[in-house]
């Protein structure tokens, strides 16, 4: 039976609509204008929408300002994605018979060639032996599922596509969202139970991107571990499938949810098509990249289905993260750029009314756990006066917290360290007019703790079974609405009494053991899908009630860098790892995914409180501040060991930051060089409105076999403007010149000459002139 339904999903390349399809209205009036001449009229059309339905294909097409997605309904009612790629203006015209590629191939309708390809959201059942995006279980065992288009809906840049069962009352709502300006389309699928019957979910994904089918693919993705984030790995996409996931219950070190691939493994940082796409979920997730026998490569991305099994009881539904997907022809740095514009106007909280992000001193390295009221006091007057602006206190504020192994879960100050609370000193740093941040890490409790003794019952855990300890510490299960709510509380109650200006969230270990014995059976099944809900659930919360309120996601350093939680947090504590070296790497990895005014940038002294080096002894300090502030820039020295230049040189490079932060956080990143190529580090922003662009050209090492560095040729300037020349160094200059034409500039380029050391740094700023 489904076989025969199968073999009859074939897209109607003769239907009459498709073969006389009607010429748009739009298309029409083009045409009568450019008949008569009357051009001039037409450039005063206003701009197509961006999403349309395309009668004549019986399907939609979602249009950005660099491509187009185009969606098409078969005849048995199924949608299969008929194309992804660079913009096809006027698709109105297109009939089916114009993807003869990707139709010839959707299903092949003999012997063993009988499989059904490029659907839109693949339910699994009859011969799909691809990558689903649905595979359930009906109480009697069934695990067939075949979605038909059911209705459709548009709404401006939205559009709404809703799938059925052929049998049964199982709704898969399909959600779009068009970024034309910034070239991107969001989709994600929400499943719902009209059933009657609770059924099991056993893979529910966001989409799938089918990429248009071809040879010589390239993949490239993040991966890492702790202290060693966001690594650029490139490989070939053969035949099979490569997945990139988390299991450990949130997003992970391991991969990050971001890939892209580009055509012909031949994109450059400034051109050739890249497909692009990122996954916005905090927990459990897994982005399959698929290339199948016939070169179709599938990208398919949402809950990661392993110890998935989720239970969708009658009317109850389950929202799937949204998965980002973008193209362009102008290579990696455009994708990147991409992405960038779209986390900061569309993504995180307040968009493009965000606030910069201020100069900033963490206690951590410096003090460890023995935060006192005393020597807070004292650090803040020193950070003031270097010109810092957020003073964040990190762990070892709050009950019992003499060491790393207690006190977590009990969010309220330790008596013994801050007798009079957190009052004094909070005033104390918002008088000297910073704002006051404060370190929590609300998912984790440790045994010896008040929270732990009044509820052990709060853990995740799976009961009579050995329960992991990491960093001695247990996780609470947030599924639970009581963790929940005295979460809430407890940091309501910190900001009211701290004015607190800001949470660095940490979350430092993995989790373990995801059962919730209380809920029993299977329905424990989805406890990590709604931990991952009620974490966002707390933050949206405590933002709503304190809307200047802010957040940093920290896992242990870049554990926790996804649009998912960047829809409520406001940046991203990049890694632990603080060697200048290592982060300008790290920086440049996850700048392949994420903004880099996102990214916490710090300077960090050169041993810590446990005589644990930080930075390769031989950094200057000039270059970890250059490597600190192409990020947003931090620092975490001892400043009560600062010796008088090294007071100077932050006091300059602190005032110099806040002279192009406008730059480096709201402009254009172009990697212009990479320590993964070469002995040279180059970063160029640009500012949003071009007025001003500033490069950073960091030297790993002075090779003697090849003494001379290439002209550094900048990018993004307009060739008849003429910029001012400002060096931090002018003898790091071998060029004489205190202004420039952009042409000059993007042709010839500038010329650095270092000493032969290793860890030489310098910036160059341009303004353009008027
Ligand atoms: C891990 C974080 O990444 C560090 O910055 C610091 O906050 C420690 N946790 C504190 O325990």
Same mark, same amino acid.
């Given at each position: 039976m489904a076989g025969a339904i199968h073999k009859a999903a074939v897209l109607n390349v003769s239907a009459p609509a498709m073969m006389h399809h009607c010429p748009s209205p739009e298309t029409l009036l083009r045409t009568v204008l450019l008949l008569t001449g009357l051009t001039f009229v037409s450039d005063r059309l206003p701009a197509a929408a961006p999403v349309r339905p395309l009668p004549q294909l019986s399907g939609w097409v979602l249009e950005t300002s660099v491509s187009s997605y185009i969606i098409a309904r078969n005849e048995q009612g199924?949608?299969?994605?008929?194309?992804?790629?660079?913009?096809?203006?006027?698709p109105e015209e297109l009939t089916a018979g114009q993807f003869p590629k990707t139709l010839q191939n959707l299903v092949f309708t003999a012997g063993h060639r009988d499989e059904i390809r490029s659907e839109e959201y693949p339910g699994w059942g009859g011969a799909r032996f691809e990558e689903p995006c649905l595979k359930v279980t009906l109480p009697d065992g069934v695990r067939d599922t075949v979605l038909v288009y059911h209705s459709d809906r548009i709404d401006g840049d939205r559009l709404e596509l809703v799938l059925k069962d052929i049998r049964s009352d199982l709704l898969v709502r399909l959600h779009y969202r068009v970024y034309a300006d910034e070239g991107i389309i969001a989709k994600h699928a929400v499943i719902e139970n009209q059933t009657g019957h609770s059924v099991t979910l056993?893979?529910?994904? /966001?989409?799938?991107?089918?990429?248009?089918?071809?040879?010589?693919?390239?993949?490239?993705?993040?991966?890492?571990?702790?202290?060693?984030?966001?690594?650029?790995?490139?490989? &070939?996409?053969?035949?099979?499938?490569?997945?990139?996931? /988390?299991?450990?219950?949130?997003t992970g070190f391991e991969s990050n949810p971001w890939f892209a691939i580009d055509a012909g493994a031949a994109a450059t940082e400034e051109s050739g098509r890249v497909w692009f796409g990122a996954l916005a979920w905090s927990g459990n997730w897994r982005i399959s990249i698929e290339q199948t026998s016939w070169a179709q490569p599938r990208i398919?991305?949402?809950?990661? &289905?392993?110890?998935?099994?989720?239970?969708?009881?009658?009317?109850?539904?389950?929202?799937?993260?949204?998965?980002?997907?973008?193209?362009?022809?102008?290579?990696?740095?455009?994708?990147?750029?991409?992405?960038?514009?779209?986390?900061?106007?569309?993504?995180?909280?307040?968009?493009?009314?965000?606030?910069?992000?201020?100069?900033?001193?963490?206690?951590?390295?410096?003090?460890?756990?023995?935060?006192?009221?005393?020597?807070?006091?004292?650090?803040?007057?020193?950070?003031?006066?270097?010109?810092?602006?957020?003073?964040?206190?990190?762990?070892g504020w709050f009950n019992l917290r003499k060491t790393t192994g207690a006190g977590l879960g009990d969010w309220f100050p330790d008596r013994d360290k801050f007798p009079n609370g957190l009052k004094p000193l909070a005033d104390h740093v918002n008088r000297l007019g910073m704002d006051f941040g404060l370190w929590v890490e609300p998912e984790m409790v440790n045994p010896d703790s008040d929270l732990y003794r009044r509820h052990p019952d709060w853990i995740l855990r799976f009961e009579g079974r050995p329960l992991t300890s990491g960093r001695g510490q247990y996780v609470l299960n947030l599924a639970r609405d009581e963790v929940k709510e005295y979460l809430i509380k407890a940091l309501d109650t910190l900001v009211r009494e701290g004015n607190v200006r800001l949470f660095k969230w940490d979350m430092?270990?993995?989790?373990?053991?995801?059962?919730?014995?209380?809920?029993?059976?299977?329905?424990?099944?989805?406890?990590?899908?709604?931990?991952?809900?009620?974490?966002?659930?707390?933050?949206?919360?405590?933002?709503?009630?304190?809307?200047?309120?802010?957040?940093?996601?920290?896992?242990?350093?870049?554990?926790?860098?996804?649009?998912?939680?960047?829809?409520?947090?406001?940046?991203?504590?990049?890694?632990?790892?603080?060697?200048?070296?290592?982060?300008?790497?790290?920086?440049?990895?996850?700048?392949?995914?994420?903004?880099?005014q996102l990214l916490m940038g710090r300077v960090a002294p050169a041993f810590n409180k446990r005589g644990y080096q930080n930075v390769r002894l031989h950094a200057p300090l000039e270059f970890r501040f250059l490597v600190a502030m192409m990020g947003s820039l931090g620092l975490s020295l001892n400043l009560n060991e600062l010796s008088s230049d090294d007071e100077a040189t932050a006091r300059k490079y602190i005032a110099f930051y806040k002279t192009i932060r406008e730059t480096t956080q709201r402009g254009h990143l172009h990697r212009l060089s990479s320590l993964r190529e070469r002995e040279l580090a180059v970063n160029q922003f640009v500012a949003a409105n071009g007025s001003q662009s500033v490069v950073f050209v960091l030297q790993h090492w002075q090779e003697f076999y090849n003494v001379v560095h290439p002209p550094v040729t900048l990018r993004g300037l307009e060739p008849t403007a003429t910029y001012r020349v400002h060096a931090l160094h002018p003898e790091k200059l071998l060029t004489v010149l205190d202004r420039a034409t952009g042409a000059y500039l993007m042709q010839h380029g500038l010329n650095f000459r270092f000493a032969k050391r290793d860890l030489e740094g310098t910036a160059v700023v341009l303004e353009r002139l008027p």
């Open positions: 199924g949608l299969q994605q008929v194309y992804w790629g660079g913009r096809i203006d006027s056993e893979s529910a994904q /966001s989409g799938v991107w089918n990429l248009p089918m071809d040879r010589d693919y390239r993949l490239t993705y993040l991966t890492g571990h702790w202290g060693g984030e966001a690594k650029v790995i490139r490989e &070939p996409l053969h035949q099979g499938m490569k997945v990139i996931e /988390s299991r450990r219950g949130t398919t991305g949402g809950f990661n &289905p392993f110890d998935f099994g989720y239970r969708l009881n009658p009317g109850e539904r389950l929202v799937t993260p949204p998965f980002y997907g973008g193209y362009t022809d102008r290579g990696f740095g455009d994708a990147s750029r991409r992405l960038h514009d779209l986390q900061r106007n569309q993504i995180r909280p307040h968009g493009r009314e965000a606030r910069l992000r201020p100069v900033w001193y963490n206690s951590w390295q410096v003090y460890e756990v023995d935060v006192t009221e005393e020597n807070q006091k004292a650090l803040a007057d020193k950070a003031a006066a270097l010109g810092v602006e957020l003073f964040v206190v990190d762990d430092n270990r993995l989790v373990t053991e995801p059962g919730w014995p209380e809920v029993g059976g299977a329905g424990q099944r989805n406890v990590l899908v709604q931990y991952t809900q009620n974490l966002y659930e707390i933050v949206d919360r405590l933002r709503a009630l304190h809307p200047g309120l802010e957040f940093e996601s920290c896992k242990g350093g870049g554990g926790r860098l996804d649009l998912g939680i960047l829809e409520r947090v406001d940046q991203f504590w990049t890694s632990d790892n603080t060697d200048p070296l290592d982060r300008i790497r790290i920086q440049e990895g996850f700048s392949f995914a994420y903004s880099p």
